[in-house]
């Protein structure tokens, strides 16, 4: 007996992806790997074409990609070099709160007070957020941003236990660059992209209390999800802000 052999239709279809998307997945394994650290640089295009065999402008267009996502920077007559929270102009590309008056500048850095630290098992939801198993091992952390002595921003913030062993209180305390600058350099781990989700909410007691305002004060809730390489979740922050002397900017496009 024969059978007659499935329609073409129904044939599973390979999926390719272009060349130079594979060149950019090869890089960032080798990011995420550690083989370049943030700040440093990645070797010249022609050094990577020759590495991966493909021609350099492969090479170029994978980074082009990866620029473009701010993984690596690109320095005029210096090279290449991978991203890091460190520099300035990267250092709050998280934190889209600025003052009424549009100088942040002028307002400076934000005065930061830990109100806690510590280890605890992960809740449905943090865990859900984190890609963890209910009852993980993670590190919640609270504090409050003040900007000229004004209470402004509250912050609960959970990392996964095992990338961040050894955080304590006293640590964050007396690093006095950006968060995410402290968990590349300490812990070596980047943050590259993150997801936000925003709305209005009215503060409980002991929020409102710490943020120096009433329960019936309207507060700007942001609720993030940070990821480092290969879109893997490692913090989970929600904020809560004030917005009587700041506002929430955001460039689209």
């Keep these: 007996m024969t059978t007659t052999p499935p329609p073409v239709a129904e044939l599973p279809t390979p999926s390719f992806s272009p060349l130079y998307q594979q060149i950019k997945s090869l890089i960032l394994q080798s990011l995420h790997a550690g083989e370049w650290k943030p700040g440093e640089p990645i070797p010249s295009e022609i050094d990577l074409a020759a590495r991966f065999r493909v021609s350099q402008g492969t090479v170029r267009k994978a980074i ?69 198993r209910t009852g993980d091992a993670v590190l919640q952390v609270r504090r409050v941003l003040s900007y000229r002595g004004t209470p402004t921003i509250l912050e609960d913030l959970w990392l996964p236990g095992t990338p961040f062993k050894g955080l304590t209180a006293e640590r964050l305390a007396q690093w006095h660059g950006p968060m995410y600058a402290m968990f590349e350099t300490e812990f070596g781990v980047r943050m590259v992209r993150a997801e936000e989700k925003i709305r209005a909410v009215l503060p409980d007691a002991a929020q409102a209390a710490l943020l120096g305002v009433t329960t019936a004060t309207p507060l700007l809730s942001v609720e993030r999800v940070a990821h ?18 700041h506002h929430y900017r955001n460039e689209l496009g």
């Design 228 to 245: 480092t390489y290969h879109d893997t979740p490692m913090e989970l922050r929600r904020g809560l802000y004030r917005t009587d002397t």
């Design 64 to 132: 082009d990609e990866l620029a473009a996502e701010n993984l690596v920077v690109r320095r005029q007559g210096k090279g290449t070099f991978v991203a890091t929270h460190a520099e300035q102009h990267v250092q709050y590309r998280f934190l889209k709160l600025v003052p009424d008056t549009g100088d942040a500048d002028a307002e400076g850095p934000a005065e930061r007070q830990i109100v806690d630290c510590r280890r605890l098992r992960a809740t449905a939801d943090v865990a859900r957020a984190l890609a963890l």
